[in-house]
């Protein structure tokens, strides 16, 4: 989600930037622009003192300026913050009895969680991913399905199977998991 986010943001900001500066570009090597572009000519500027002090003494002005910029902020803290937030749980803290504690790597859980998801009968090609925290892990586990497979059977396998057994080994009292199923694609048989 944030990676769509970010290329539909830069790509709206780019397009942007690339037609107004390539507008006031032409302008300003001579070339002749639309009636309503404010910029006109070699030796004008973008915004004349008139134009920026226009509105000034209208008494809805100041409080639509601050909200408008109130809003950029909170959506740019936002951006921000979804930047900073990890998608993946890098490692996942096993309690080893003595206090201490292990960090298990997230990765190595997920690849183990997804191999074994993806020998189920039924299953094409199974992904699993960690997110939460690392005291309290949460899966998401996505499974390509064979058209001869049942969906019953391959999810009452995957938590009996390998959600118990990842759960168990990382001593953990739930592991939460959201399990996305999707059908292989393929062409209708010929009877014969």
Known sequence: MIKTVNRVLLGLAGLILVVVGGAVLATGLGLSAPSWWPFDGTDDVLLSKADRTRWRDEGWWWPTVIAVLAVLVVLALWWLLAQLRRGRLAEVL???????????RGKALEGVLGDEAG??????????????????PRARVRLLMEPHAAPGLVLRGLSEGALTHARTSAGLDELPAEVRLKAVKHRAERVT
């Open 119 to 136: 020998a189920l009968d039924g299953v094409s090609e199974a992904k699993a991913t960690l997110t939460g925290r690392r005291t309290a």
């Open 94 to 104: 096993v309690d080893s009895g003595d206090g201490e504690g292990a960090l298990l």
